[in-house]
């Protein structure tokens, strides 16, 4: 199940189904079926409202209440390429939720940082409260998995010992486009392109904690809600950004998701 957020031109956002309809014909299309509220705190019920997919606009799936949870160094081609050490146990940091941004919504690149980079990776979607999740229980509390850029402003992170202004700053924290619900995250193909040009090309079975692990490490030391966001680390590829790219990040039974960068 794919679960989007969106508005209509008229329209509040709300929460829909993206689904194919007319699949293998002629008149094949991707629709979203508005459903009741919000699906991480209400039953799926539809509301009977359909719409084209591409009369809409997509908003970011989720803005979590409490936080965005991400992890640092967890595919070792990454660690390499940055020439850090392999930490013993997950590095972990907060993005504050002020820093969400929609699929479409330009990444704005600050004035303070000459080196932006992006960083494509498989966000974890919290479903319900949990604490101290044991390994065989994790599953229960995911709800769903979607596509993350971890926009870090690689200047400013390796002058300050703390990350929160290189990877916290407003709209540092792409989401998109859609939450997928089915997914088994432990070996997807995760890609990224700047302008067209593949840059980041990996599985998630590269990860030096999976996801699941993760979920029991974090959940050791933080409550976790539902709509909490955990960002699972980026493969090798890290790039520069700048005005007037496009960047595409593709999670394979995901999606893409898509924003252009902009300097104001
Ligand atoms: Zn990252």
């Given at each position: 199940m794919r679960i989007a957020r969106f508005t209509t031109p008229e329209g509040e956002p709300q929460f829909g189904l993206v689904e194919t309809v007319g699949a293998g014909t002629a008149t094949e299309r991707t629709i979203i079926n508005a459903v009741k509220g919000d699906p991480l705190y209400a039953p799926l019920q539809p509301t009977g409202e359909r719409f084209d997919l591409d009369d809409v606009r997509l908003l970011a799936p989720v803005i979590p209440r409490s936080k965005v949870i991400g992890v640092g160094r967890n595919y070792a081609a990454h660690i390499k390429e940055l020439g850090n050490e392999t930490p013993d146990r997950p590095l972990l940091f907060f993005k504050p939720n002020t820093s969400v941004i929609g699929p479409g919504d330009p990444i704005v690149v600050p004035d303070w940082s000459e080196n932006l980079h992006v960083e494509g990776e498989l966000a974890v979607v919290i479903g319900r409260v949990c604490k101290e999740v044991p390994l065989e229980r994790v599953s229960e509390v995911i709800f769903g998995y979607t596509v993350a850029n971890d926009v870090t402003a690689r200047d400013v992170q390796r002058e300050e010992v703390q990350w929160g202004r290189a990877k916290g700053f407003d709209g540092s924290c792409p989401l998109g486009p859609w939450i997928e619900t089915?997914?088994?995250?432990?070996d997807v193909g995760l890609t990224t392109t700047l302008n067209g040009e593949t840059i980041q090309d990996g599985r998630t079975s590269l990860m030096l904690y999976p996801v699941a692990d993760l979920i029991v490490e974090i959940s050791r030391f933080f409550t976790l809600l539902p709509g909490d966001v955990i960002l699972t680390g980026t493969p090798a590829g890290v790039s520069r950004i700048d005005h007037g790219d496009a960047v595409n990040i593709t999670v394979e039974g995901i999606g893409t998701l898509a924003n252009p960068v902009l300097k104001r």
């Amino acid at each position: 199940m794919r679960i989007a957020r969106f508005t209509t031109p008229e329209g509040e956002p709300q929460f829909g189904l993206v689904e194919t309809v007319g699949a293998g014909t002629a008149t094949e299309r991707t629709i979203i079926n508005a459903v009741k509220g919000d699906p991480l705190y209400a039953p799926l019920q539809p509301t009977g409202e359909r719409f084209d997919l591409d009369d809409v606009r997509l908003l970011a799936p989720v803005i979590p209440r409490s936080k965005v949870i991400g992890v640092g160094r967890n595919y070792a081609a990454h660690i390499k390429e940055l020439g850090n050490e392999t930490p013993d146990r997950p590095l972990l940091f907060f993005k504050p939720n002020t820093s969400v941004i929609g699929p479409g919504d330009p990444i704005v690149v600050p004035d303070w940082s000459e080196n932006l980079h992006v960083e494509g990776e498989l966000a974890v979607v919290i479903g319900r409260v949990c604490k101290e999740v044991p390994l065989e229980r994790v599953s229960e509390v995911i709800f769903g998995y979607t596509v993350a850029n971890d926009v870090t402003a690689r200047d400013v992170q390796r002058e300050e010992v703390q990350w929160g202004r290189a990877k916290g700053f407003d709209g540092s924290c792409p989401l998109g486009p859609w939450i997928e619900t089915e997914l088994d995250p432990r070996d997807v193909g995760l890609t990224t392109t700047l302008n067209g040009e593949t840059i980041q090309d990996g599985r998630t079975s590269l990860m030096l904690y999976p996801v699941a692990d993760l979920i029991v490490e974090i959940s050791r030391f933080f409550t976790l809600l539902p709509g909490d966001v955990i960002l699972t680390g980026t493969p090798a590829g890290v790039s520069r950004i700048d005005h007037g790219d496009a960047v595409n990040i593709t999670v394979e039974g995901i999606g893409t998701l898509a924003n252009p960068v902009l300097k104001r």
